[in-house]
């Protein structure tokens, strides 16, 4: 681990045991100022990046919003500065881990001890807190009272709890959340805080996710929020701007008030990128997974532009955006410099969450260097990536785990999940119908088919294939959902090859059946042709999400339709904030001028 992420410069180790952890101070209180709003005047702000995840879509934020950037290298860096931003991405002890070298802890509780400009993002709050129950109990920094515990999945809670929810009992007086109750933003983790009478005079808001938790606490000048800003679209953007402008005279639009109540149904859209005949990247589409045109000259189907398409998507409402990568550069992902530039335009104009898959293994080069899947993924991570998605290699991860009973910890899913936790990593699978008289013919689960097979079948399984659905394997599709849930996937994209391009709907039977059978979300893919299938498969299935390429590029359903249909049929989505000078349409608002 420590290989794979050693190219920053503050480069997390193994978590801590409970037994190793240092011995922390009793919760303090924070006193405020005279004003809450200490001035701040430098256009610099401080970054306590300690590399683990993707920070590059915060430093895109905090640029866009007219800021530099002063990273920390030492504890004194942490003392100096102005205003400290302090993004929290992986596991709970690997970060207090790196916090504890070269004082830097000490010094992040002198400076919120002096009330000084802090936000915390995601793990960033979790980390004021006394302890974590994360892979055992972990100390923190102990700020604030309250333990870090995990979402109990034990009712049937989906977990991680992925995806844009609502806030609720936001604090009057803090200034950085102004407007912002009834608005949906993201969120992304398996633990959570819960209020409690010896911190309620910190939490500024909740969230209600199989109960209530600690969504941000507030005092003073230090903030911080479990949900990323960075990632929340045109409303954490303004929670961005409320931070790191408190003090100053300018102000963003007030948010047209929301209606935002519980956990949205995510829209997705995918852009499957390979390079065409000429060496360029294009956005393409199979049919079937076939991305050649069928006449002419049987050119790969170029459908635009990554870059260009991914911000025309933000723009238009799309909840997260997902890459495929399926470029002829497999032999050396380290390598595919095209792609991971891609990525890194698209973090500067999307401010979403991106996910990006293929091509994430371990791998040895022609030159005999070995790079391990943590390597490559942090790679991703580091180019903009909030996601990775595995795909034929924890197919084979999972037939060795059902095959023995063993973790060997040593599966591309099982490190990338270690280190950067299981919220971060989705696994791919890509099966394929086969039909079957009778259920007791083969040992895998089946589904009762609402129409029957060629030959009058009335049941299949779905067979789970490798190397872009060319090869099938001896395991299905619900098996391997259950197989990888237990390696650590966070969330499951669930394609159907016989759906794929069809524009018929998706596979109801596959989505219903694997989506009751794991408690991690599953992404419906494969089959969208109009509005009502996205309405079809949230009413019959516990699908967390659905995702669509082809009838958004060619512009045949354009996502603010979608989510139009599905707002009309009683489904909780995310909204576009509307602009106030033009209630009719559906813009995105200006931040200071400047068109997010």
């Not at 949906?184 to 005079?201: A, C, G, I, M, Q």
């Not at 299981?422 to 086969?434: G, L």
């Not at 669930?494 to 391009?501: V, W």
Request: proline share 4%; hydrophobic share 35%; with cysteine.
């Amino acid at each position: 681990m420590e290989a794979a992420l050693a190219m920053h410069h503050l480069s997390p180790l193994l978590p801590l045991s409970s037994s190793s952890s240092p011995t922390r101070k009793l919760p303090f209180s924070v006193q405020a100022t005279s004003s809450s709003s200490s001035s701040r005047n430098s256009s610099s702000i401080t970054l306590l990046d300690y590399g683990a995840g993707n920070v590059r879509s915060l430093r895109n934020a905090i640029h866009h919003l007219g800021f530099n950037i002063k990273d920390v290298q030492k504890a004194e860096d942490i003392l100096s500065a102005d205003c400290l931003v302090f993004p929290g991405v992986g596991a709970f002890g690997a970060a207090m881990q790196v916090l504890s070298q070269n004082g830097l802890g000490e010094a992040l509780r002198e400076y919120i001890e002096k009330d000084r400009p802090f936000l915390g993002i995601c793990l960033g709050l979790q980390l004021l807190f006394e302890s974590s129950e994360e892979n055992g109990s972990i100390k923190g920094l102990g700020v604030i009272p309250g333990t870090v515990g995990r979402f109990d999945s034990s009712k049937g809670l989906i977990v991680p709890h992925i995806g844009w929810d609502a806030l609720k009992t936001v604090k009057k007086d803090c200034g950085i959340l102004d407007g912002i109750e009834g608005h949906h933003v993201y969120f992304v983790h398996s633990y959570r805080v819960l209020p409690s009478d010896e911190n309620k005079d910190w939490v500024s808001s909740t969230c209600d996710y199989g109960g209530n938790f600690v969504s941000s606490v507030s005092r003073g000048n230090v903030n911080a929020v479990q949900f990323h800003p960075e990632k929340s679209g045109a409303v954490g953007l303004s929670i961005l701007q409320n931070f790191l402008k408190q003090s100053s005279s300018s102000s963003i639009k007030t948010l047209v008030p929301g209606k935002a109540s519980k956990l949205a149904k995510r829209v997705i859209a995918c852009l499957d990128v390979r390079a065409n005949d000429n060496g360029d990247l294009v956005v393409t589409k199979g049919d079937q997974y076939d991305v050649r045109e069928s006449t002419g000259d049987n050119e790969v189907r170029n459908l635009g532009k990554p870059v260009e398409l991914a911000s025309q998507y933000y723009k238009d409402g799309a909840d997260e955006v997902s890459f495929l990568n399926i470029t002829g550069f497999r032999d050396f992902p380290l390598g595919d410099l095209p792609m991971l530039q891609v990525l890194r335009s698209a973090s500067e104009k999307v401010f979403v969450p991106l996910t990006v898959g293929g091509g994430i293994r371990d791998f040895t080069d022609a030159n005999g260097r070995y790079y391990s899947s943590l390597e490559v993924a942090s790679e991703y991570f580091r180019s903009g990536a909030d996601k990775i998605s595995i795909g034929s290699d924890a197919v084979f991860a999972a037939e060795e785990y059902l095959n023995t009973g063993v973790k060997t910890g040593k599966s591309s899913l099982e490190q990338i999940s270690r280190v950067y936790g299981n919220q971060a990593v989705v696994v791919s699978i890509d099966p394929r119908r086969v039909y079957v008289k009778n259920p007791d013919e083969v040992q895998f689960k089946t589904v009762k088919l609402s129409k029957p097979g060629p030959n009058g079948e009335e049941y299949a399984w779905y067979q789970c294939t490798v190397k872009g659905g060319r090869e099938g394997r001896p395991i299905g599709a619900y098996e391997l959902a259950k197989a990888v849930e237990q390696l650590g996937a966070g969330e499951i994209l669930l394609n159907c090859i016989d759906c794929d391009g069809q524009g018929e709907g998706y596979d109801i039977e596959l989505i219903r059946q694997v989506s009751d059978g794991v408690t991690i979300p599953v992404i419906a893919s494969s089959g969208a042709g109009k509005a009502e299938h996205f309405t079809e498969v949230f009413s019959k299935t516990n699908a967390s999400a659905a995702l669509a390429a082809g009838i958004f590029h060619r512009n045949e359903v354009p996502i603010g339709e979608v989510k139009e249909h599905l707002k009309g049929k009683g489904v909780e989505v995310r909204m576009l904030v509307k602009d106030e000078g033009n209630e009719s349409a559906p813009k995105l608002f200006e931040v200071e001028n400047v068109i997010v």
